[in-house]
């Protein structure tokens, strides 16, 4: 058998290991995003608004003291999202470096950003909480002074939640630069991703330079989630279900250079 037959098979090989093993990160990487969606989306949408009311502080303790175990669980879905989406983190790493390890190291860091941001965030929700429980030590306070602290947490906590949405804005807009250069899956979705990416930073940045903001939440609320929401759940389910199309490395410009290398020894 010659040389150039053993190092053919060698690439093949290789390739076929290439493939396999980015199909597996894609599929992996795909679970793990759609476990952030509804995990995601019972925090936020399910938990929070269902419980917290707006500029009303005696309502919403009372609802959150009624459903404390419904409160309790939107905040371990978080915990559940933000544990994904530190792997995730990493499966898209290894599943993008092959198209530019810089970004894609990059986008990993701002994702992990994100988690450390939404994890710290918490406490907020655990503060609230607190100041609900009807400690002993709380009895210095009245049940008006305790409901406005409580509110204050919660307020923080939604601010503190739209800061890890910058981090994560600008991790989806080089992701979906990914996604779109890569060809391992349609390129729309990494046109939807961008613009998903750029309704959550318009969001974000709303929040902290608008006073009047809440007039407007109505509109950014329509604007961010129908985007967001059809192009990260396309993604994942594209990758859970399809996978990923890798490019076999060009076997015959290896073959060349293996031969090159063997002339030159």
């Known amino acids: 058998m010659s040389t150039n037959t053993i190092s053919l098979g060698k690439i093949e090989t290789e390739n076929r290991v290439y493939e396999t093993s980015q199909r597996k990160l894609a599929r992996v990487a795909g679970l793990l995003y759609l476990v952030i969606i509804i995990a995601g989306i019972f925090a936020e949408f399910f938990v929070r608004q269902s419980l917290i009311v707006p500029g009303d502080a005696t309502t919403t303790a009372n609802n959150i003291m009624a459903s404390e175990m419904l409160f ?20 898209f790493y290894l599943l993008f470096k092959a198209v530019s ?10 994702r992990l950003a994100q988690a450390a941001v939404l994890g710290i965030n918490l406490l907020n929700l655990f503060f609230a909480l607190g100041l609900l429980s009807g400690a002993d030590y709380l009895a210095v306070f009245g049940a008006d002074q305790l409901d406005a602290f409580s509110m204050l947490f919660l307020n923080a906590h939604s601010i503190g939640y739209s800061t890890g949405l910058v981090f994560f804005g600008v991790n989806l807009f080089i992701l979906g630069y990914l996604v779109f250069k890569s060809g391992y ?81």
């Open 72 to 91: 309790r669980a939107g905040i371990a879905a978080d915990l559940v999202m933000i544990m994904a989406d530190v792997a995730l983190a990493v499966v």
């Open 101 to 110: 390890n810089g970004l894609a190291l990059l986008a990993a860091f701002f």
């Open 185 to 265: 899956v349609p390129r729309i979705l990494g046109i939807l991703l961008i613009a998903a990416s750029l309704g959550y930073l318009a969001d974000s940045f709303a929040k902290v330079l608008l006073p009047n903001y809440a007039e407007f939440q109505p509109i950014f609320d329509l604007a961010v989630f129908m985007p967001a929401f059809i192009a990260e759940l396309s993604l994942g389910l594209w990758l859970l279900l399809k996978g990923v199309k890798v490019q076999q490395r060009d076997t015959a410009g290896s073959l060349n250079t293996t031969q090159a290398e063997g002339i030159a020894a």
